[in-house]
């Protein structure tokens, strides 16, 4: 079995243990949650009961001042409005209160207490309110706060026992929940020393696998130093990650030998190249040795301007090897005429320029510049009719000249050094530096023959 294989499998088992962790937090949580509303729930039940008992208290007072202050007319108004008000609040608190009994028992209990509220408040309002009309005597009210005082005290005792059996079992949750979340603990302790258990288990015997196929990996690439061989040869079973990581490092090594390839057929072509002017400048200077001539002055000036050129170009296309694009946005427009403004151009009527679409650009300003500029030069030098067409539509610019159909693809001329067999002009760099620029770029470069027309095309989308 592969590393790779084995990866997946430890991860998977690892990934299932922290997930069945995630489950035992997230559960814990839903628990807790619960606990904690049950708690708050019997907590704000305990203090409306406490409230009812507070009211029961506060009638026994509203009695009391009314008994005392009997013959006082505007006092006991006064007690039996505060007696309405209260049993106001009362009755108010009887739904909520009856609808978080959490038993039939205690159910039955509040109903008890609230049957016995309603007693006394049948007793204060009817029976009390006609002993304050009628003028009774001292023995009748006494009788009445002997009847009340009971229901009173009756009362009083169920609500304390209702309030003790709510606080005995708020204080049984408590006790569930600390319980509940030990034993949470105690899990994910044992889950997370398993998961660190299997976790170093796993990776101790990778590392192991791993620092012996280094190991012979580090014996095959000395002996390719050694032997100055032109690949790694050890001996791995195929479907190993060291066969893997040797067959990508010999495809490199085979990339980089084309790529040396490639240099030294450039250099033979670079040698070609200059061989032809510096031959005909040797020529020239011959010439002007034996005679003063002026044209051939005229002419040698030309050889170094043409190698110059190529310099330049050669030197641009290697700086293009190693180059990092700085990107920026702008306008077509824009690289357009910066383009224009490198060119030497006696003739402003030789180029037509139609922008449809004056689209924006995410690319380097600098490298772009060349491209379009060198796509300009050729469409120039090569045209039978001018003006030659710059044309933008679409998120595409076209460049189009009246010239003869091309005789290649143009694979063919964005090779280095290629060029029409006929062509007098040129080195044959100018489509290969643009096609490499493009690239860096992803920019799409295409020609097409429309007669009379040679047409290159670039898409930005």
Known sequence: MTIKKRLYISFLLILSIIIFIIGIFFYAIINVNDIHLLQNQRYEQIRKVEKIKELNTAFAWVVLDIIVDRRKTEIVKDRKDKANELFKKLWQLKTDVLKHAETGIEKDKLLTIFNNLKKAENLIKVDLYNLTISKSTKDNFFDFS???????????????????????KLNQTEKQKEAFLSKIKLELIILLFISF???????????????????????????????????????????????????????YL????????????????????LKTPITKGKFLLEKIRVKNDEKSLDNINEVFYDIETLTSKLLERERLNHATLDKSKFLISTVILEALSKLSI??????????????????????????????????MK???IYPIEIHTENKTLYIKNNANKLFNDLNYYIQPFTREANQQQGHGLGLNIVNKILQMHDFNFQYN??????IFSINFK
């Open 146 to 168: 002997d009847r009340f005082d009971s229901i009173s005290s009756s009362t009083q005792t169920l609500i304390i026992e209702e309030i003790e059996l709510l606080q005995a």
């Open 197 to 251: 258990s299997l976790s170093f288990i796993i990776s101790s015997k990778l590392i192991r696998e791993i620092k012996i196929m280094l190991k012979t990996l580090n014996k095959g690439v000395l002996q390719l130093l050694s032997n100055n061989e032109k690949t790694i040869k050890i001996n791995i079973e195929e479907g190993n990650e060291l066969s893997e990581i040797t067959n990508n490092l010999n495809k």
């Open 254 to 273: 085979e990339q980089q030998e084309s790529f040396i390839k490639s240099r030294e057929e450039l250099l033979r072509n670079i040698s070609h190249e």
């Open 346 to 379: 006696d003739d402003e009527s030789k180029i037509s320029i139609e922008l449809e679409d004056d689209f924006q650009i995410e690319a380097d300003f600098y490298y772009l510049t060349i491209v379009i500029k060198n796509l300009i030069d050729n469409a």
């Open 382 to 384: 090569y045209s039978n």
């Open 449 to 454: 023959y429309k007669e009379p027309h040679n």
